[in-house]
């Protein structure tokens, strides 16, 4: 076994997905990649609320989700971020199956940066954990 011993700073994450299937799949990947360390939510306001009991450099978010969907708890986050100066905005990257246009710009206008398409393989998901926050954004703009 391999192990990625670049001393890159671990992302601070945050994994929000109503479905378990996803959230288990997402700490398997996690493990593989040697970042085992993340908070998991259930539904938007469970993000919410880790968001304001820590820090996080990455949110990994479900779009549909019940009690609060993604767009929302996204919205919500953002709002948050503006009236506070102590945490760094966060990547946020919608988690979807539905990769279209249309919601596309829908993500974007909430203000999510990037779109991680369902279903996703542990390469995809090695070079969003492990790439530097601005890298991230710009590649997306
Ligand atoms: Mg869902």
Request: charged share 25%; with cysteine; proline share 6%.
């Amino acid at each position: 076994m391999s192990s990625n011993t670049q001393s890159t700073p671990k992302t601070r994450l945050l994994v929000a997905d109503d479905n378990p299937f996803i959230l288990d799949l997402v700490q398997v990947m996690l493990n593989k990649l040697n970042h085992p360390e993340a908070v998991f939510a259930t539904n938007g306001l469970e993000a919410v609320t880790a968001w304001k009991t820590q820090p996080f450099d990455m949110i990994l978010m479900d779009c549909q989700m019940p009690e609060m969907d993604g767009y929302e708890a996204t919205r919500s986050i953002r709002k948050l971020e503006s009236e506070t100066t102590t945490n760094h905005p966060a990547i946020i990257v919608a988690m979807t199956g539905d990769a279209t246009q249309r919601n596309r710009v829908l993500c974007r206008e909430v203000g999510m940066d990037l779109l991680l398409p369902k279903p996703f393989t542990i390469s995809d998901f090695k070079i969003l954990i492990e790439s530097e926050p601005t890298t991230l954004r710009s590649a997306e703009k």
